[in-house]
């Protein structure tokens, strides 16, 4: 059984923070550059963030970078996001999945959450 869960999402106001997790079992992330992708209504998969496996670099899409942090416990086989001044615009269903290296597009990828509810509502 390979399985990832993400958790943590919820209703927010605008400016506020949530952090999201994403835990595995059955596959060990420690090999594994892992990807945040995040769908809202009535537009296409976007992804805004991924970890590398080998030196642990970051990388971020414009439209979170500076409020979104990724990060990574392997001993925890778990991965993170730290969503900070969240906006109404991020009101998303947030992924994670697994990918070789961080570069791919996400169609690449091959392990993915079921997703988690991210709204952004005064």
């Known amino acids: 059984q390979m399985q990832l869960v993400e958790s943590g999402g919820g209703l927010v106001q605008p400016g506020g923070s949530l952090r999201l997790s994403c835990a595995a079992s059955g596959v060990t992330l420690d090999y594994y550059a892992i990807g945040w992708f995040r769908r809202a209504p009535g537009k296409e998969r976007e992804r805004i963030s991924c970890i590398s496996s080998s030196d642990g670099s970051t990388y971020y899409a414009d439209s979170v970078k500076g409020r979104f942090t990724i990060s990574r416990d392997n001993a925890k086989n778990t991965v993170y996001l730290q969503m900070n001044s969240l906006k109404p615009e991020d009101t998303a269903v947030y992924y994670c999945?697994?990918?070789?290296?961080?570069?791919?597009?996400?169609?690449?990828?091959?392990?993915w959450g079921q997703g988690t509810q991210v709204t952004v509502s005064s």
């Open positions: 999945a697994t990918a070789r290296w961080c570069g791919i597009a996400g169609r690449y990828y091959n392990y």
